[in-house]
């Protein structure tokens, strides 16, 4: 029997790993974790095989407990692990609230830390971990800095740890896609108050690049960055300044907002 753990499997790119992990790696079983229960009960249901739903707020503790208790309750083997629940807002350090900003950290580094943390005692030799970093992780970002900031940390920290844990045969990948067509992009230039550029295309195709991160944390790789620009993007990022990297993330988000200005 082969089980899988996936944190924002109601949608997006957690959702889609469901399905991947099922046909490629050939997983039986899910746990699947994020808060919209009928989403969740959806992708259950669509899958086909066997799975518990747990419906946490991961970015509250009795979110992460009720985690917690069902891996103490049922001592289950993890084969797979893809903390895919995440969110990201644009918007400059005085128009992001401290609740906003705090979500944010709480779920994308320290959900990811805890619910690793407590799975990994679960998985055996041939364990895999996937954490969701980005390729926004590459470059400061001025007015999406606390997202991508948090991706920051779990590159490292996915990095470190697949060396951590590679005496016991388990790996883990940090997964760096570009911009992936699910509901991420619209959510986070729809909040109050944020910086919006209009146009960040082109999306990638979200099966396309789990089935390429899937095959990439078989194999135990340490990172998976998905397409040529995000490639590019990670290659400047070692030759060039990131101050002249910035320069070029701020000149796009001002073709944005004069784009965006033009269409009102
Ligand atoms: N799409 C992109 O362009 C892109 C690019 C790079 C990296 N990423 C990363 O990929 C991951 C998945 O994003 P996505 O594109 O699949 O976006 P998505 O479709 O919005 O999915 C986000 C998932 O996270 C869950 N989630 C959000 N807040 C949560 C909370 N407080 N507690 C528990 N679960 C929560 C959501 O479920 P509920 O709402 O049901 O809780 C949903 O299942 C994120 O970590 C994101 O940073 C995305």
């Not at 690793?116 to 895999?128: D, E």
């Not at 960055?225 to 995000?230: A, I, K, L």
Request: hydrophobic share 40%; proline share 4%.
């Amino acid at each position: 029997m082969s089980i899988a753990v996936i944190t924002g499997a109601s949608s997006g790119i957690g959702r889609e790993f469901a399905f991947k992990l099922r046909d490629i790696a050939k997983v039986t079983e899910f746990w699947l974790i994020a808060r919209n229960v009928e989403r969740l009960e959806k992708v259950r249901d669509e899958l086909g095989v066997p799975c518990k739903i747990i419906s946490a707020d991961l970015t509250k503790s009795e979110g992460i407990d009720k985690y917690r208790t069902a891996l103490e309750e049922e001592k289950l083997e993890i084969s797979f692990l893809v903390n895919a629940a995440g969110f990201g807002v644009f918007g400059s350090f005085d128009v992001l609230s401290e609740d906003t900003v705090t979500d944010m950290i709480d779920l994308n580094v320290k959900a990811t830390v805890l619910i690793t943390h407590m799975s990994v005692p679960y998985m055996k030799n041939g364990g895999r971990i996937i954490e969701l970093g980005s390729g926004s992780c590459f470059t400061p970002l001025p007015h999406f800095n606390i997202y991508s900031s948090s991706k920051v940390f779990v590159l490292h920290y996915t990095k470190s740890l697949n060396y951590e844990l590679r005496p016991y045969g388990v790996r883990a990948t940090c997964f760096c896609p570009g911009w992936v067509d699910t509901a991420f992009l619209p959510k986070s230039l729809d909040a109050p108050g944020a910086y919006v550029p209009k146009s960040m295309k082109p999306l990638l195709d979200v099966s396309k690049v789990v089935e390429g991160c899937v095959r990439a944390s078989i194999k135990g790789r340490a990172m998976y960055v998905t397409n040529w620009y995000t490639k590019l993007q990670h290659l400047l990022f070692k030759l060039v300044p990131d101050c002249i990297l910035t320069k070029l993330w701020l000149g796009m988000l001002k073709k944005n907002e004069e784009k965006s200005a033009e269409e009102k």
